[in-house]
């Protein structure tokens, strides 16, 4: 079976949906994970439910330096063209070592819409949250300390046409596989019904 057809399989544990993706190449599961529709990722992302928890280590590898870039491409489900839909958030571990990743959207849209920076830190200790995800995506916050060499300049997500986009979201992250993770979009404490999957490019 391929990614999609395990998808559609009410019978897949995610369990198997990962040991297929682990099985692949780096090109093969890219190349997977950007055929999903967004009734597919819906179903990716309710199954996520049962698998073992994802950490902030899923996004920058412990054996990573601090202010290292890490490049996740992505595929989202909002109404554009298939091109528009792909994207990468590019994380890095902050110089302070605190329990948290600092990042930011590279979009088609960078130049018009803006960077799109945020943190991303555990939801444990907010069991609302820790139900969507262990790890959220937080737009209402921006990093607040050095990033990654060649990342724009931080801004606030309240700031230009950003606004309407990223400011006063947040995105809940579930583990897929290895590489490979799907998150659910939220404004404020509403679901949006829009999903994007990550693979990692290491």
Same mark, same amino acid.
């Given at each position: 079976?391929?990614?999609?057809e395990l998808i559609?399989?009410?019978?897949?544990?995610?369990?198997?949906?990962?040991?297929?993706?682990?099985?692949?190449?780096?090109?093969?599961?890219?190349?997977?994970?950007? &055929? %999903?529709?967004?009734?597919?990722?819906? !179903? +990716?992302? *309710?199954?996520?439910?049962?698998? /073992?928890?994802?950490?902030? #280590?899923?996004?920058?590898?412990?054996?990573?330096?601090?202010?290292?870039?890490?490049?996740?491409?992505?595929?989202? &489900? %909002?109404?554009?063209?298939?091109?528009? !839909? +792909?994207? *990468?958030?590019?994380?890095?571990? /902050?110089?302070?070592?605190? #329990?948290?990743?600092?990042?930011?959207?590279?979009?088609?849209?960078?130049?018009?819409?803006?960077?799109?920076?945020?943190?991303?830190?555990?939801?444990?200790?907010?069991?609302?949250?820790?139900?969507?995800?262990?790890?959220?995506?937080?737009?209402?916050?921006?990093?607040?300390?050095?990033?990654?060499?060649?990342?724009?300049?931080?801004?606030?997500?309240?700031?230009?046409?950003?606004?309407?986009?990223?400011?006063?979201?947040?995105d809940y992250m579930?583990?897929?596989?290895?590489?490979?993770?799907?998150?659910?979009?939220?404004?404020?404490?509403?679901?949006?019904?829009?999903?994007?999957?990550l693979c990692r490019?290491?």
């Amino acid at each position: 079976m391929r990614f999609r057809e395990l998808i559609q399989d009410s019978s897949a544990t995610i369990d198997a949906i990962a040991s297929y993706l682990d099985g692949l190449s780096a090109e093969d599961r890219l190349n997977e994970t950007r &055929t %999903l529709s967004r009734d597919e990722q819906r !179903k +990716l992302y *309710q199954r996520a439910e049962k698998a /073992p928890p994802i950490t902030l #280590e899923h996004f920058v590898p412990a054996d990573m330096a601090k202010l290292a870039p890490v490049h996740h491409d992505g595929r989202n &489900t %909002l109404p554009l063209p298939s091109s528009l !839909k +792909l994207f *990468q958030k590019r994380f890095c571990r /902050p110089e302070d070592g605190s #329990e948290r990743l600092f990042g930011y959207n590279q979009s088609p849209f960078l130049g018009t819409v803006g960077p799109g920076f945020f943190v991303a830190v555990p939801t444990k200790g907010r069991p609302e949250w820790e139900a969507r995800g262990q790890i959220v995506i937080d737009y209402f916050q921006v990093p607040d300390g050095p990033v990654a060499a060649g990342w724009p300049k931080v801004i606030p997500n309240s700031k230009g046409l950003q606004t309407f986009v990223y400011n006063g979201t947040r995105d809940y992250m579930r583990k897929v596989s290895t590489h490979v993770s799907i998150g659910a979009a939220y404004k404020g404490e509403k679901a949006l019904d829009h999903y994007f999957i990550l693979c990692r490019d290491r």
